[in-house]
């Protein structure tokens, strides 16, 4: 099996020298950039397994380097942000990053975050010989990694909205908690804030053309978390 490999970008030489040390103890082979233009062109170029990459950056900020990463591939994300308006958490989850963390932060708290983002990003070769989930209006594809929208409508998501939606539609009607979904998809040894579930319901949900008020697929229990509401195809 390959040494997989983590992008580094930061422009803090302290933080990537810092990060490389736990990162290299856990056996990853680690790549840096100081920017955010040498950050994207080391994503694009060496196609590294995940990239830990800083909101603020010289040249080109973090969310716009993720922007431009997201459309041409899915590799996973987590973004540093000294910012802790929840209002950049949700700007970041939106374009598609799968975890952030706040500075300051332990780099051994990170380099287990990576450890399991990873893990749970080998899902999709143990999905291919699951079967396709059908539904009325919806089909979703585990192996292909598809999502079918009414009959004709392919729905663009994310790695982990993809997965989110497979964990609720694995079990309709089941009413699962936040800490519940996260165990599913993130993983046991997740470490962020609950209302990750929050940001990524809302992200899947306008992907879906739900409308939280009336769901026809992922509907809210109040107090408790969510359910996938749609009935299994005949």
């Known amino acids: 099996m390959s040494t997989q490999r983590i992008l580094v970008v930061d422009d803090e030489p ?20 100081a920017d955010g233009p040498s950050g994207l062109a080391s994503a694009v170029r060496e196609r590294p397994d995940l990239i830990v990459l800083d909101v603020m950056l010289p040249g080109l900020d973090g969310f716009e380097v993720l922007r431009r990463i997201r459309a041409t591939r899915q590799v996973p994300v987590i973004l540093l942000t000294a ?14 990053s799968d975890d952030y963390v706040t500075k300051p ?31 009325d209006g919806l089909v ?54 609950e209302r990750v579930v929050d940001v990524h319901i809302r992200t899947l949900r306008r992907a879906l053309g739900d409308d939280a008020s009336a769901p026809r697929f992922v509907g ?7 359910r996938f509401l749609a009935r299994p195809a005949v």
């Open 14 to 33: 302290k933080i990537r020298m810092t990060l490389r040390g736990y990162l290299e103890a856990d056996g990853f082979e680690v790549l840096e950039a």
């Open 105 to 135: 932060f332990s780099a051994r708290e990170l380099a287990l975050r990576a450890r399991a983002i990873l893990r749970r990003a080998e899902g999709p070769a143990q999905a291919a010989a699951e079967r396709t989930l059908r539904f």
């Open 83 to 96: 910012r802790t308006e929840e209002v950049d958490r949700v700007i970041g989850f939106t374009a598609g």
């Open 220 to 226: 809210t229990v109040r107090a408790i978390g969510y």
């Open 140 to 193: 979703i594809d585990p192996g292909t990694r598809t999502v079918t929208c009414d009959d004709d409508r392919t729905v663009e998501l994310s790695a982990l909205d993809f997965d989110l939606l497979v964990a609720l539609a694995r079990a309709p009607g089941r009413v699962f908690t936040r800490r519940g979904l996260i165990e599913h998809v993130w993983g046991s040894d997740f470490f962020g804030d």
